[in-house]
């Protein structure tokens, strides 16, 4: 299952406010703190909640700086770095003819960019960092330049072409009857309000197809996704892993992320540390497994099975025979500490055969045998800060 969530609102949030050209999409100026604040927030909280984000950037990468401005540059450089962010430079499209035309196919699959910031990763991160109001340092630059450039991704320049001929295909086969859009005309009779219907189908499998390819969650809903094409088979719907989330936090009565991010108990500084602990990995690794349910009762059950039945690496053979081969060299002298034990990675053994059973059980055994739940993570990394 996918554990990477496709972000398209921090580019709109950044084209909206920022692009000279796009006032008209502007209502009220008094709005942008507002909606600064709330897209940044969800960003946080899908953070926390998925592996990582892949954020949709269109031509100058001003994502990134509002990254930097929320995270700093050490944030963004070790979110990077783990590959909890990246971006897809979005290049394809599909548009349509608004004048009547005869004899012309209603849509038309976009070419090629000619301007390097829609085209060239490293133009889109130059441009996107002239957004700064400070600049970077030189060096800091190059450097933050360098691990963005690793994690870029581009769409192969024929899906819009592809996604143009599903449009003319499903049309002429009567594929978007139940999408109010039945075949009743020739394709090229079709009037500017049909045509535009045509070309938001023939865009939703443009972006589902490109979703499907690097099997990305989504937020977003797409009338296609009743088709069951095999295209869009691996697609994943991110609520539900909102749903899981939401379900887990009532039951044990804590507030959800987003609120305590807005309410400043969890700093926005703090998250990208917060969310490489080994109990928050473990926490999104749960979430995934169980996040194919669509009823919140089976959310819940498959919580308090968790909690029940933790899954325990002491009640495997090898964890039992590790736990007994242990104890036994301790009471010898440690002689065979270093074969079992040290062959578990991350185990810190050395200097310690000499301490006692209670220290070892205390601070290696225990952490590799214990059996881990959920609620582990609730108890220990959500709750302090509820207290705090």
Request: aromatic share 10%.
């Amino acid at each position: 299952m996918t554990k990477i969530v496709f972000n398209q609102t921090l580019d709109e949030l950044a084209r909206k406010w920022f692009i000279i050209g796009n006032e008209h999409l502007i209502k009220d100026p008094r709005l942008f703190l507002l909606e600064y604040a709330s897209t940044v927030n969800s960003i946080c909280e899908q953070l926390l909640i998925h592996d990582g984000i892949s954020f949709k950037v269109y031509g100058e990468n001003i994502p990134l700086v509002i990254l930097i401005n929320t995270f700093g540059i050490k944030g963004v450089e070790g979110l990077l770095e783990d590959g909890a962010i990246e971006f897809l430079l979005w290049n394809p499209g599909v548009t349509y003819a608004i004048d009547d035309i005869p004899g012309i196919y209603p849509l038309q699959s976009m070419g090629k960019f000619t301007s390097s910031v829609h085209s060239d990763p490293e133009a889109s991160i130059k441009s996107g960092l002239e957004f700064l109001r400070d600049p970077l340092p030189r060096r800091v630059r190059r450097h933050i330049t360098r691990k963005a450039l690793k994690r870029y991704k581009i769409p192969p320049e024929k899906i819009s072409k592809d996604a143009t001929d599903f449009g003319h295909k499903g049309y002429n086969d009567n594929l978007f009857q139940e999408f109010g859009l039945p075949k009743k005309k020739e394709l090229i009779e079709l009037n500017v309000q049909e045509r535009k219907k045509l070309c938001n189908l023939a865009t939703q499998c443009l972006q589902l197809t490109i979703l499907s390819m690097y099997q990305y969650s989504t937020y977003n809903s797409f009338d296609l996704l009743k088709l069951n094409r095999s295209e869009f088979a691996n697609l994943k719907d991110a609520n539900l892993v909102d749903d899981v989330i939401d379900t887990v936090f009532r039951i044990e009565k804590v507030p959800d992320f987003s609120k305590m991010i807005s309410k400043g108990v969890l700093d926005i500084k703090d998250i990208p540390k917060f969310r490489k602990t080994k109990g928050s990995k473990q926490f999104r690794t749960w979430i995934d497994q169980v996040s194919h349910h669509t009823d919140r009762y089976d959310i819940a059950k498959e919580y308090i099975d968790a909690i029940i039945k933790p899954k325990s690496f002491s009640h495997t053979s090898y964890g039992k025979f590790l736990r007994v081969v242990s104890v036994t060299a301790l009471g010898i002298g440690g002689g065979l500490l270093a074969g079992p034990i040290g062959a578990i990675p991350g185990a810190v053994i050395g200097g310690l055969t000499d301490v006692g059973i209670g220290l070892l059980d205390s601070y290696i055994l225990d952490n590799i045998l214990k059996g881990w739940s959920p609620r582990y993570y609730i108890d220990k990394q959500i709750k302090p800060l509820i207290k705090k």
